[in-house]
């Protein structure tokens, strides 16, 4: 079941798409609306409802476009709702789309042809996939079967994944009496098994641990770079994303807003540095002395805020006027930097054109 695109990619982490390369993944114009009953509260409309039947359409997805590269990893960010699994429904096959086109290594997705379907894995952090009743291992034979996975194949995966996962004696334990964190282990197993080329992750780390989460995250690198999967990740967690994608594509409304670097986010979006200054005298009080907002103060050590054009001139002045042990300047938290695209774009409306509105970065792809 080896793909051609897995011998392309050498060093998948290392490789972005680059222009006229073909895709693994390809969305124009990509739609969805849902159709939902709607009815009044109380018996009355109940009844009402029983004989007509009113309904309304909600747009969750209003005509993304986006490509990705054999191998590479690239995180999918909104706020709740923006229509990310929506669209990771669509590109796995779940789902219909209302318009658009889409390509999955070649594949329309949602027909479900047999060898799309071998090729693939969509894994929900928010939804179970094995059975509760019975060891995940018996699941995992389950899926051998369905995925039709030669015995020697499936013997040397279910050892790499045990081990990398370290999963153990967990396998042997009915799935409902694992914890969260170890059930999520035997999830993305499960999913990979069959060595899919491209996987969908729909928050694979939600409600674990740090450690569990760094685990889940260990194993997606790993299993990025030895097999070149290609993979669209999306997490809350942007811990998850700074570890594995450097492309990022940012959706709200079901508009895409940004597609291009992680670190070009933080310099498009972001207005402010973090000044951190080391004081001789941890008494000295920096608030109200015009250079910026102080945002944490703790011995001495002070954080400030200062809008990205001033940086230079503050950062002067504090060496010329105090005595400085220490100065750094750092780029605000990414978790900020997201909170602000997203705001910015609550704050224009919902009139945003989305021709304009995307704000796609061409030479990302080569970053
Ligand atoms: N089956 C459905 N029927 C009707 N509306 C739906 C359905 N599924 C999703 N929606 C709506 O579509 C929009 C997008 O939902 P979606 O689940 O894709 O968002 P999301 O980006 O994954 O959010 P989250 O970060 O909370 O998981 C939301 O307004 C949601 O209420
Ligand atoms: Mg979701």
Redesign the pocket.
Known sequence: MVSPLTTAATSPSDRLGMPGEVSVISVRDLRKS?R?AEREAGLRASLHSLVRRQTRD?T?VRGISFDLAPGEVVGFL??????????LKMLSGLLHPSGGETRVLGYVPWRRQKDFLRQIALVMGQRNQLTWDIPALDSFELNRVIYRIALPDYRRMLDEVTELLDLGPLIRKPVRNLSLGERMKCEVAAALLHRPQVLFLD?PTIGLDVTMQRRIRGFIDTYNRRYGATVLL?S?YMADVEALCRRVIVIHHGTLLYDGGLAGLVERFSGYKTLIVELEDPSLDLDGRDYGEVVAREEGRVTLRVPKADTAAVTGRLLSDLAVLDLTIEDPPIEDVIEQVFAAESAAGASVDPATAASVEPESAAV
Do not use: S
């Open positions: 849902y939902v909600v969750a909104g706020p709740n709702g923006a229509g990310k699994t929506t669209t928050e999306t809350h």
